[in-house]
T-cell receptor, first 113, second 114 residues
Framework: DAMVIQNPRYQVTQFGKPVTLSCSQT?????MYWYQQKSSQAPKLLFH???????NEADTPDNFQSRRPNTSFCFLDIRSPGLGDAAMYLC????????????FGPGTRLLVL | AQTVTQSQPEMSVQEAETVTLSCTYD???????LFWYKQPPSRQMILVIR??????QNATENRFSVNFQKAAKSFSLKISDSQLGDAAMYFC???????????FGKGTLLTVNP
């Protein structure tokens, strides 16, 4: 089945230690999104890629970076995680950015010690 | 800017009964899409139902249906014959036809009582 896959499902890191979260998709969608979701809150969009074009949200901290080496994979890099970065990180994909449904992966829960 | 309001932080329903979750939105656009997503505890967010604003007919997916009132900017979700597996956080979301952003409401936590 076509799907959005996120690895790992749970990630523990230390304060200030760089961490990378992974997302892959078999839907062959052009757009990939990264969201941050804190407990009992709505997801907050960090950035998205349309093909190789990177689009950062204005309020996304510089601490968060992303890479998309090919259509199938997208990575979220947190350069120096703080305690406030502990959250669920959701990857989503869509065929395009207009009039298209977004499909979500299962998420990676990040714990910062 | 578009906003989405879910006025019910929590709802509960008895198994096999019907429940309606409320959602209102604010927009000046005429071309947009509305969604209900379901997120069970510690599990994946999945699409429940989608409504195109240009369609007058309310969307239906099995036990899930919406009441889309475009003039009132209201988009409620009705769950019929509620099941234990329906227990989840439900997010209403708006997507304008002219941009990429999905604007979420704050969610409604639905509990299903046996």
């Amino acid at each position: 089945d076509a799907m959005v896959i996120q690895n790992p499902r749970y990630q523990v890191t230390q304060f200030g230690k760089p961490v990378t979260l992974s997302c892959s998709q078999t839907l062959n969608h052009n757009v990939m999104y990264w969201y941050q979701q804190k407990s009992s809150q709505a997801p907050k969009l960090l950035f998205h890629y349309y093909d190789k074009d990177f689009n950062n949200e204005a309020d996304t901290p510089d601490n968060f970076q992303s890479r998309r080496p090919n259509t199938s994979f997208c990575f979220l890099d947190i350069r120096s995680p703080g305690l406030g970065d502990a959250a669920m990180y959701l990857c989503a994909t869509s065929r395009g950015t207009r009039r298209e449904t977004q499909y979500f992966g299962p998420g990676t829960r990040l714990l910062v010690l | 800017a578009q906003t989405v309001t879910q006025s019910q932080p929590e709802m509960s329903v008895q198994e096999a009964e019907t429940v309606t979750l409320s959602c209102t939105y604010d927009t000046s656009e005429s071309d947009y899409y509305l969604f209900w997503y379901k997120q069970p505890p510690s599990r994946q967010m999945i699409l429940v139902i989608r409504q195109e604003a240009y369609k007058q007919q309310n969307a239906t997916e099995n036990r899930f249906s919406v009441n889309f009132q475009k003039a009132a900017k209201s988009f409620s979700l009705k769950i019929s014959d509620s099941q234990l597996g329906d227990a989840a956080m439900y997010f209403c979301a708006y997507h304008g036809g002219s941009n990429y952003k999905l604007t979420f409401g704050k969610g409604t936590l639905l509990t299903v009582n046996p």
